[in-house]
């Protein structure tokens, strides 16, 4: 038994005292390949920093610009990798590193498709000039303002200022609607009067409160005035005008502002927007009943 347990251990002191010296042989190249790979790194920043500088001077939007500089950044460390495994003669364990990238890689595909889907649109949508940061889009029921475009959601901020993310492939996949393309924007604001008013007279007092209250509306010919229908309680009318706006919110505020102008200039004019109005229909006539503290009720 002891026999067998110095044997064991003299194996395992020259197996340690093989790893030590081919250790120190390889000592050298260990450093070598250290101070290659933090070149390599140090290197790939650089460069990251150059390629964003160059791409500054294209029509590329910023995501795209980013994807590039980090793609570049990485291709830079992985040649790095390579020569490291070069200088310590790994070259045998880069191959299988290769052939393991491969399987691995085609297995990581095939469990990733949503995600690489969504990185595919993400460089779509880098590309594409309908959409990019600042634009204030409607897709996919949400409305908001573009602030970030990566490899897997446009980022919007909503009118109320909260984030909403939303993966690159609805984006790619669904109808987007780009209130940023024109320089303009229509204000929709319906109201209604009542029967008794001046029809004419309330078309004129919406034309001239609108045409005060905004800048961008220089006269009456600017605005669309329309009586949509006779309400269960009032004439109902919808007026229309453009903004120099593209944002949903400044339309939102510009509908607020011509809400509050019309409303004084009604008051002013003695125009009145009535509440809405219920008649009850009784098939018979009312019996009303009084009741006594002394004595029984008497009917009417």
């Excluded at 390949?33 to 920043?45: G, N, P, Q, R």
């Excluded at 880069?94 to 085609?106: D, E, H, Q, S």
């Excluded at 602030?147 to 909403?164: E, K």
Aim: overall charge negative; some cysteine; glycine content about 6%.
């Amino acid at each position: 038994m002891e026999t067998k347990f110095s044997e064991a251990w003299g194996k395992m002191q020259e197996k340690l005292l093989g790893w030590v010296d081919t250790l120190v042989l390889n000592l050298p190249n260990i450093l070598i390949a250290l101070v290659v790979f933090t070149i390599a790194v140090i290197f790939s920043k650089y460069t990251s920093r150059a390629i964003l500088k160059l791409l500054d001077r294209s029509k590329l939007q910023d995501s795209m610009k980013n994807l590039i500089s980090r793609l570049v950044s990485v291709v830079v460390i992985l040649l790095g990798l390579f020569l490291v495994l070069g200088i310590l003669n790994l070259s045998r364990a880069l191959n299988t590193i290769l052939a393991g990238a491969g399987v691995a890689g085609l297995a990581v595909g095939l469990a990733l498709q949503g995600a690489l889907a969504n990185t595919y649109s993400g460089i779509v949508l880098s590309y594409v000039k309908y959409i990019k940061f600042g634009d204030w889009i409607h897709t996919n029921d949400y409305e908001g303002e573009v602030v970030n475009i990566d490899l897997r959601s446009v980022t919007l901020r909503q009118p109320d200022n909260n984030m909403v993310y939303i993966p690159n492939k609805m984006v790619v996949e669904n109808p987007i609607k780009n209130y940023s393309t024109t320089a303009q924007s229509r204000v929709i604001l319906t109201c209604g009067v009542g029967y008794s008013s001046d029809l004419e007279h309330v078309r004129q007092v919406v034309r001239d409160t609108l045409v005060k209250t905004f800048d961008e509306v220089e006269k009456d010919g600017d605005i669309i005035f329309l009586y949509t229908e006779f309400g269960s309680s009032s004439i109902n009318f919808e007026t229309r005008f453009w903004i120099d706006s593209t944002s949903a919110l400044e339309v939102a505020r510009a509908r607020t502002e011509a809400m509050i102008a019309i409303k004084k200039a009604f008051d002013s004019e003695g125009i009145n927007i009535p509440f809405p109005i219920r008649t009850l229909d009784f098939s018979g006539p009312l019996r009303v009943e009084h009741h006594n503290d002394s004595g029984p009720a008497e009917k009417e």
